[in-house]
């Protein structure tokens, strides 16, 4: 696994709002619910997101904005409109506003319409630690111009969302992943993106592959001179190209990564015992793991599960 697989896992979407409005102008639709993620895109026509912070976003055919919550916006047809906002979020889709909510959780934020513009936006749930590494290397909001790898996505997505067919949820929330997934990584690698220091670090051939081995197996015993010689370089050259790309020592990225995997543990697996965990993310004394996760996090593992799953 990589890091950023392995960062995506927890990012999956399970029964997800997806909203998909064909508007004619003017219009105002106010995303209110500040979802942890939300993926916006524009499948056919033009309009403006705006951000509850920040400057005004010209969308166009196929572009893709994803939004970090608490963060809310609004997509209006112009900066200018005169149109009344209408609130979108969980239970948006009554009669009155032109939709109906059945058993997929399908969200249509606007009455009927012809032409205009079309909007498919995804709701993304997100949990857990590990996620939340990601979602911290991700700005407030993320806006991708058409013309990508997603663009091929974005049609089977809005194909499926014009439908109701059984089975119907399981393919939206899995090109929902897709989506998201190649929205994130053409962000991370365009020349104006600024992309974690380990996506860069990941395609150099000796720290890309101390990475792939930290991340297969995080509880082994390792040690700077094991890890390099999995690889087949000297412990120093690994040490000090890793600590240059990365930003940090091999071991001392380890123990956050290991700190990471225990607080999801602790608080997804509440039978496990916290020695139990301990030996999952590889210290065979409880005491000695206690010890840095409160160095790590400020609270011993016990205080953390239990202010985490009141």
Not at 39 to 68: F, N, S, Y
Not at 166 to 186: A, Y
Not at 248 to 266: F, I, S, V
Not at 271 to 287: C, I, K, L, N, Q
Request: aromatic fraction near 8%; hydrophobic fraction near 40%; charged fraction near 20%.
């Amino acid at each position: 696994m990589d890091v950023f697989g392995d960062l995506c896992r927890g990012v999956r979407a399970h029964g997800s709002l997806f909203g998909s409005s064909q508007l004619t102008a003017p219009w105002a639709l106010r995303f209110i619910d500040g979802a942890p993620l939300t993926l916006c895109a524009v499948v056919g026509g033009q309009g403006w997101l705006l951000p509850q912070h920040g400057e005004p976003i010209r969308m166009r055919d196929r572009d893709t904005v994803v939004v970090k919550g608490p963060e809310t916006f609004t997509f209006v047809d112009d900066v200018d409109t005169n149109a009344e906002p209408v609130d979108c979020g969980e239970f948006c889709a009554v009669p009155e506003l032109g939709g109906t909510r059945h058993r997929l959780g399908w969200s249509d934020c606007a009455g009927p319409a012809s032409g205009g513009t079309t909007l498919v936006v995804g709701a993304y749930p997100v949990r857990g630690e590990i996620s939340r590494r990601l979602l911290d290397t991700l700005p407030a909001v993320l806006h991708l111009p058409g013309g990508d790898t997603g663009d091929a996505v974005l049609d089977h997505l809005a194909a499926e969302a014009a439908l109701d067919v059984p089975g119907q949820q399981v393919v939206l929330d899995r090109l929902l992943d897709w989506m998201l997934v190649c929205t994130l990584r053409t962000w991370f690698d365009r020349p104006d993106g600024r992309p974690p220091a380990w996506w860069s670090a990941q395609r150099d051939p000796v720290v890309g592959d101390a990475l792939r081995f930290l991340h297969a197996d995080p509880a082994a015993p390792w040690t700077v001179s094991s890890l390099a010689a999995e690889i087949g370089v000297s412990r120093s050259t690994l040490a000090k190209r890793f600590s240059e790309l990365v930003g940090e020592p091999p071991l001392t990225y380890l123990t956050g990564w290991r700190m990471t995997l225990a607080m999801d543990l602790l608080i997804e697996q509440q039978e496990a015992t916290v020695r139990e965990v301990a030996r999952a993310v590889g210290y065979s004394d409880p005491f000695t793991f206690s010890a840095a996760f409160k160095r790590y996090r400020g609270v011993n593992p016990s205080e953390f599960r239990r202010i985490n799953t009141a």
